[in-house]
């Protein structure tokens, strides 16, 4: 992106910031997580891929935590073998997919959000459901609103409960308060950025936002059903 664009810019299609002083297509963290590997290690290919190998790690770690709290361990372990040998991971880590550095960000913050959301049902402590907000909340950062799942699964446990579908004594009734504590911390994350993008790029900003939506009826960027 340039301060002063070669072309002035105008919406005229969902590739048209190429032309643009700011890109908003993407939240920015996963720009920002690059950016300090940079000022680490200096601008190099190692620096690049670090944050994603990191991250990468860190999520099949989880995928063995959340498997252990749903079941056991054993399950944990097999589950986070199955995630450390699928190839669309090792594809993303090695940088063979386009926004590969996103979706191991996303994945990592939606895992970490998730884990911590069964804790928070399972021990039905206070502290988890933030801490699962604040995850949450970098998840959105990440790539918008995929980065809401956690918020999903509560909402449909909460709702599961007050059905009686779901009772279980080794599980704590998840309370509206709960799921307005969860959201309300990820909501402090999110905003700022939000906000700022909102008031200083209000036109790009509404743009992007209704390119997302696009996605659900609308062939975008390339993807279509045929």
């Known amino acids: 992106m340039y301060e002063q664009p070669y072309q002035p810019y105008h919406i005229s299609g969902w590739d048209s910031w190429y032309e643009s002083h700011v890109w908003l297509h993407k939240p920015p963290y996963a720009l920002w997580q690059i950016a300090i590997s940079y000022l680490i290690f200096g601008i190099n290919t190692f620096a690049l891929r670090l944050p994603s190998l990191v991250l990468s ?5 989880l995928t063995y ?3 252990k709290e749903l079941y056991n361990k054993h399950v944990g372990l097999l589950a986070a073998f199955l995630h450390g040998i699928n190839p669309f991971v090792l594809q993303l880590i090695h940088g063979y997919m386009f926004s590969d550095y996103v979706d191991t960000a996303l994945l ?5 959000a998730c884990y911590l959301l069964l804790k928070a049902i399972n021990q039905g402590e206070t502290h988890y459901y933030i801490l699962s907000g604040v995850a949450q909340g970098m998840a959105y950062l990440s790539k918008s609103f995929l980065g809401l799942t956690a918020f999903g699964l509560v909402i449909s446990i909460y709702i599961l409960q007050r059905l009686r579908f779901f009772r279980s004594s080794k599980v704590q009734d ?3 308060s709960h799921i ?5 911390v990820s909501l402090l994350v999110a905003i700022p950025w939000t906000a700022y993008s909102f008031f200083r790029y209000k036109e790009e900003f509404l743009y992007e936002i209704l390119m997302v939506f696009a996605h659900l009826n609308t062939h975008v960027e390339g993807w279509s059903s045929g």
Request: net charge neutral; aromatic share 24%.
């Open 174 to 176: 998840v309370k509206f």
């Open 108 to 112: 990592f913050w939606v895992e970490l």
């Open 57 to 61: 790690v860190l999520s099949v770690w």
């Open 180 to 184: 307005a504590c969860q959201f309300g």
């Open 65 to 67: 935590l959340i498997g």
